[in-house]
């Protein structure tokens, strides 16, 4: 005779208290077309719809930059641009382009968000919303150092989160929530790519919308925090990680850090202290949710790009020789545009 499953007052108990809520529906699967749109979503947040930022002490260093580097042409070519990409924009422009492209995408643009280094813009269609976290720009020196501010903090959830990303989202979070209120009767996607990404798994974990998380997408994203933090994400995350994308691979997980730490701890005087700073300021990072793994292909093919659920440390190391280590070659694998790419082929293909 087969046993039967609720055996006991208590787990008779817990059924019932667990069939008196509703099955959450609006928790989505992952899916091929999903993926690309959101990935279109997470390009578009790029488009700089933000005001471009003019102080006296940008223009100062860039003025001393110009005086030092006139005679070194390509210096002077690193400056000049350094200084269109800050000042010589038209953000309003800008946008009247981002909201022509989502047009094309039978969307709309609701709002833009933009505090310190964190921007986002709040998208809706006839089905849904989405909140689409823009990347970390190379030009934007503060986006730069919330990337290198990785010692884990405690976060307002459980767990701990790298305090970057945590202190980032913290900026814009309030203005997020109120825009959400308006609609609360469609689900919300959450989307993002590289510090983007991080944000969006962030948002994910802190956002309880009332017409219910989806799904995140997240495209070459950091890690964000410890295992604790993890335990209570109740959104589906989706990590797209493409072939040789080094950005997915920090900051070091908890085992690198357990390894590195044990070394130090030999150092005579210094040992145990610095030990005992790197295993509670950086161990114990890890990813989360459900990785997607594009294939490595040859620039530009990318019709020939697979989809892999799910591929071990040796696989992408191999990936990694392939690409010989060249930052040419091993910062293409980060461009968003690849990815996007990368998975409209693979949704028409498997559509």
Known sequence: MSAPIIKTSTELNQA????????????????????????????????????PIINPRLGNSIERMLDKSIQDTRKLKTVVQLAIDNFAYDHEEEKRLLEEQLAMLEAELIKTFNAGESQAVLIKTNQFLVLS????????????????????????????????????????????????????????????HSLGGALATIAAKRITHTGGNAACYTYGAPRVSDDHWLMTMKTPIYRVVNSSDGV???????????????????????????KSFLREKFGGYLHGGDMRFLTDVKSGEYSKARLLTHVDI??????????????????????????????????????
Not at 17 to 40: I, N
Not at 249 to 267: C, H, K, Q, R
């Open 16 to 51: 019932k208290t667990l069939l008196g809520k509703s099955v959450p529906m609006h928790r989505k699967a992952y899916s091929d077309r999903t993926a690309w749109l959101m990935a279109c979503f997470a390009e578009l947040a790029y488009m700089k719809f933000n005001p």
């Open 133 to 192: 976290f823009r990347g970390t720009e190379p030009t934007q020196l503060k986006d730069i150092k919330t990337d290198a501010r990785a010692n884990l903090t405690k976060c307002v959830t459980e767990g701990k989160a790298h305090s970057g990303f945590h202190d980032a989202f913290n900026l814009i979070e309030l203005d997020i929530n109120q825009s959400l209120s308006e609609f609360p009767e469609l689900p919300l996607f959450i989307t993002g």
């Open 248 to 274: 997915t691979m920090v900051p070091p997980p908890g085992f690198t850090i357990t390894a590195i730490s044990w070394l130090v701890g030999f150092i005579p005087a210094v040992g145990d202290k610095w």
């Open 314 to 351: 040796f696989y992408r190391l191999k990936g990694w020789f392939r690409k010989q280590f060249t930052f040419k070659k091993f910062g293409s694998d980060h461009s968003m545009s690849v990815y996007r790419a990368k998975l409209a082929f693979i949704a028409l293909r498997r559509n």
